[in-house]
């Protein structure tokens, strides 16, 4: 069973960097064919799509947030991170890191969730 955590602070100010990190037990992060995701559900709004991270390394970001989203990995840590850059009060929300079995822009597509961690923007 894979498990997913997400870590990171919890308040971060208006344009700083939020870096939130996401750690995996249960499997590899370079297993072949599982894409590795960012998603937010911000006060009012859905779930939003920011970006994917595949299995080969290679990643994807949704346009709204290709300027200023950054995901990596650690493959000794079996982690993955994301970083956004210039955070305004709208980045306010939780973030989830997930799993899926293709790199797709749906986040209902993706099979699994960590629990979440809620980052506020806020001076």
């Known amino acids: 069973q894979v498990q997913l955590q997400e870590s990171g602070p919890g308040l971060v100010k208006p344009s700083q960097t939020l870096s939130l990190t996401c750690t995996v037990s249960?499997?590899?992060?370079?297993?072949?064919?599982?894409?590795w995701s960012w998603i937010r559900q911000s006060p009012g709004k859905g779930l939003e799509w920011l970006g994917v991270l595949d299995y080969d390394g290679s990643t994807t970001y949704d346009s709204s947030f290709r300027s200023r989203a950054s995901i990596s990995r650690d493959t000794s840590k079996n982690q993955f991170s994301l970083r956004l850059t210039s955070v305004t009060p709208e980045d306010t929300g939780v973030y989830y890191c997930?799993?899926?079995?293709?790199?797709?822009?749906?986040?209902?597509?993706?099979?699994?969730w960590g629990q979440g961690t809620q980052v506020t923007v806020s001076s």
């Open positions: 997930t799993l899926g079995w293709q790199a797709t822009t749906v986040p209902t597509t993706y099979t699994y």
């Open positions: 249960g499997d590899s992060i370079t297993t072949s064919d599982y894409a």
